[in-house]
């Protein structure tokens, strides 16, 4: 059974940056697609960014464009997110999943393994 576990979060001021980690057990991902999602409270769950599983090509929400940058690292069994210039609206539960396919996208339904979450908390 594949276990994920994020780290990373926290609270920080507009502008600051983050960089959220996961890391995956159970079996080797290096063949899975990798991506974050976010829930910010009172709405639900949305698409932040993913990464294919060389880690060649990556795909992202048009509102965190030029500002994150999803990585991985299939040694390690491990994806990251280094979120910067962050804002009050990036304030949101990150959760780190591993996709059923190589490749990227945002359908949350191709994601079949899920961390528990961290928080992250923008003050303005």
């Known amino acids: 059974q594949v276990q994920l576990v994020e780290s990373g979060g926290g609270l920080v001021q507009a502008g600051g940056s983050l960089r959220l980690s996961c890391a995956a057990s159970?079996?080797?991902?290096?063949?899975?697609?990798m991506a974050w999602f976010r829930r910010a409270p009172g709405k639900e769950r949305e698409f932040v960014a993913s990464?294919?599983?060389?880690?060649?090509?990556?795909y992202y929400t048009d509102s965190v464009k030029g500002r994150f940058t999803i990585s991985r690292d299939n040694a390690k069994n491990a994806v990251y997110l280094q979120m910067n210039n962050l804002k009050p609206e990036d304030t949101a539960v990150y959760y780190c999943?591993?996709?059923?396919?190589?490749?990227?996208?945002?359908?949350?339904?191709?994601?079949?393994?899920w961390g528990q979450g961290t928080q992250v908390t923008v003050s303005s």
């Open positions: 990464i294919n599983w060389t880690g060649g090509f990556t």
């Open positions: 999943a591993a996709s059923k396919l190589y490749i990227a996208n945002s359908y949350v339904d191709d994601y079949d393994y």
């Open positions: 159970g079996r080797t991902l290096s063949r899975n697609a």
